[in-house]
């Protein structure tokens, strides 16, 4: 790994969580590490792999208030530069082994990264108590530093000087502990089936089943059309030394409109069902009013 890739590399986690709290642009994501970091090392398939694979995984998992998270976006960092630089760890491996671990313990980090953020909050309210904009200024531009050093020194101590430990890991993985590895290619696989659970489990399952069943038959029955098409283009391919066609797998931007189309039908179904539900109230509401009309109350007697 260059000098120049650890730099940018860190840099970018210094600044991604900035991104995060304030902006919000998409590149500090799981999907968009693995894009940059992947652009970085000069191989971004992997990137976005790893990217997609972590992203899957924290689909369920959000964070309130003060809470913290797993920092997914770090774990892709550091598994994408490991994976692409360091030979023999394939991108499963990078997954469950370094970017979960990861992901896990820089929820420490976060936690102080807020702590030490509440220095500059009390400086700020004893600059607003004496009316020093200026100081509020630079105390609020000062309060970044400790979320961004809490990213990008983690990194680069890891990029910098863990290379050979990473390293020596993935030859035990791919030599005498080879089960293991195989262990955890399979653990890495499952993860963004595991970000599905998490996410199925917090949605209004049992009131959308059916848009739930109907996804699923979708899906399927166009896998198996497209594979089967696929397979037979093949074998006519491999007959026919004329045939050129290519048959193109599953457009999976086709079954995500169909989701869009199927969710925009469910919110004009509730629109005009809160409309006639206002409807049925005035309604209501109306013929109330008419059968008290004429009744004397007891203000008035």
Known sequence: MAWWQIILITLYSGVQILDELQ?????????????????????????????????????GVGTFGGASRIDATIGTVLATAFSISIHGMSPQVAIS???????????????????????????????????????????????????????????????????GL???????????????GNGLSLAGATLPAVGFAILLRYLPVKKHVAYLILGFTITTLFSVIFSNVQSLGTGIATISKGFSVKFNGMPMLAIALLGFALSIMHYKGSVNEDKEN?????????????ETKGEITDDEL
């Open 97 to 163: 082994s370094i970017a979960v671990p990861v992901a896990t313990i820089m929820i420490q980090l976060d936690i102080l990264a807020r702590f030490t953020n509440t220095y500059f909050a009390h400086r700020i309210d004893h600059d607003i108590e004496t009316f020093n904009y200026k100081g509020i200024e630079r105390n609020y531009l000062l309060g970044a530093l400790p979320w961004a050093l809490s990213r990008a020194i983690p990194v680069f101590l890891a990029l910098a000087f863990g290379r």
């Open 23 to 59: 902006i919000w642009s998409g590149l500090n994501t799981p999907i968009g590490a693995g894009f940059i970091v992947g652009l970085i090392m000069g191989n971004i398939p992997v990137g976005l792999f790893i990217g997609a694979s972590m992203q899957l995984m924290i689909l």
């Open 278 to 290: 206002v409807t049925k109230n005035a309604v209501k509401l109306a013929d109330s009013s008419d």
């Open 166 to 180: 990473v390293q020596a890991i993935a030859n035990a993985l791919n030599g005498s502990w080879a089960w293991l």
